[in-house]
């Protein structure tokens, strides 16, 4: 067993009195988060991210560039995003288009997925 301080149970002290449930045993640490990449899923080298206001009547839309893959896979890329992200999207021109300011966010989401260099 490791020297670690066990878990700090902020009920514990209740655990004696009557009508109160037994603790539960001991929890374990939380593992680190797993990347979002599968085996066989294409890994991608670079992203460019921008943000585009021109053309669209003041809206603010987050567009990633040279992400180099196939129609299917940057569906499956367009999918993913949006679920993650929780705002809407598209294809335009072998590019990801998102809606609003999704910068500071996306860097996150794409690094665990596998993105090798990041350009903002």
Known sequence: MSDEKPFHNPFGKLAGMPGVPAPE???????????????????????????????????????????????????????FLRSSLGCGGSIEDRSIVLQGDQRDRLVKVLSAKGVGKITR
Request: glycine fraction near 8%; charge should be positive.
């Open 25 to 79: 045993p001991e929890s374990r640490p939380m593992s680190e988060p797993q990347p979002a990449v599968k085996r066989g899923e294409a890994r991608v080298a670079r992203a460019v991210i921008h943000l585009e206001r021109t053309g669209r009547g003041g809206k603010e839309v987050t567009r990633i560039d040279h992400l180099d893959l196939p129609p299917a896979e940057l569906e499956r890329w367009l999918k």
